[in-house]
């Protein structure tokens, strides 16, 4: 039995946040869950690895869909992006 919390981050160990992802997306699921640590190591080092490899100024984030069990990166173009995605705990 697997009883690993696939919500928490596992390269920095922190909670994920709630996320929507946009419309014009192709994900499937309503919600996944995003790591927006601007302290996270997966985040940090993907600023290197994207200059490196594609000679981009971009990172990635770590992203799982409870709807296909599917986790993996979520491209970012600074520490601001796809914040606006974030569901309000408060609604």
């Known amino acids: 039995m ?3 919390d696939k919500t ?3 390269y920095c160990k922190q909670k994920m946040t709630e996320w929507q ?4 997306s192709t994900w499937t ?5 995003v790591c927006f640590n601007n302290d996270c190591p997966y985040f ?9 490899q594609f000679q981009q100024k971009a990172s ?4 799982y869909n409870p709807t296909s069990g599917e986790s993996g990166p979520l491209p970012v173009w600074s520490d601001k ?6 569901v309000d705990e408060n609604e």
Do not use: S, V
């Open 2 to 4: 697997n009883t690993e």
């Open 8 to 10: 928490i981050c596992p």
């Open 21 to 24: 992802p946009p419309d014009e």
């Open 29 to 33: 699921g309503a919600l996944q869950y």
């Open 44 to 52: 940090i080092k993907g600023w290197k690895w994207m200059l490196e």
């Open 60 to 63: 990635y984030r770590h992203r």
């Open 81 to 86: 992006a796809m914040t606006d995605f974030i």
